[in-house]
């Protein structure tokens, strides 16, 4: 059975959790200084802010919820300090995270290529990941992403990107 994308409901929140908390601390492992407040933060309340707003999604193989991602055509307030306040008509992907069992088998490649088919045309994708992780920059690349530039905010410098559909 193929992947299924649907946006997230609240019966979704503990699963959605696991697996941003399962990335963060594989992450972690890596060396790399990124999503650390998801191991620290509850994040109860955001989760069920982003599937009341409608932009929390979940990829589901098998009837098992195997990715998470954020998908959100308004700024967020780090949007704009990372990519300053913008007017065109773009989409802004966050935390997009696969279940752990699930790495290696392209289902990040698989939900990126239904977000693009989702997307309606002249609008343009935009989304940002730590410079320091040289996997998640090449990812980006390999799947058509075109890097725009770093910006620093705190002590982090993130790579941004945009994908035209």
Not at 49 to 57: F, P, R
Not at 71 to 85: A, H, N, P, R, V
Not at 121 to 142: I, M
């Amino acid at each position: 059975m193929g992947l299924s994308v649907r946006k997230a409901n609240t019966t979704d929140i503990d699963d959605i959790k696991q697996i941003l908390m399962e990335a963060a601390r594989w992450i972690k492992r890596q060396g790399i200084n990124q999503w650390e407040f998801l191991l620290t933060d509850n994040q109860d309340e955001e989760i069920k802010t982003n599937i009341e707003e409608g932009t929390m999604y979940v990829a589901e193989m098998n009837h098992r919820i195997v990715a998470t991602f954020y998908l959100g055509s308004t700024q967020t307030e780090f949007d704009i300090k990372i990519w300053g306040e913008r007017k065109d008509t773009a989409c802004y992907l966050h935390r997009l995270a696969v279940h752990q069992d699930y790495r290696g088998k392209q289902i990040g490649k698989q939900v990126i290529d239904w977000i693009v088919s989702h997307l309606d045309k002249e609008t343009v994708l935009r989304l940002d990941c730590v410079a320091e992780n040289p996997g998640l920059n090449s990812f980006y690349q390999q799947y058509g992403f075109n890097f725009v530039g770093k910006e620093k905010e705190g002590e982090k410098e993130f790579s941004l990107y945009e994908k035209w559909i």
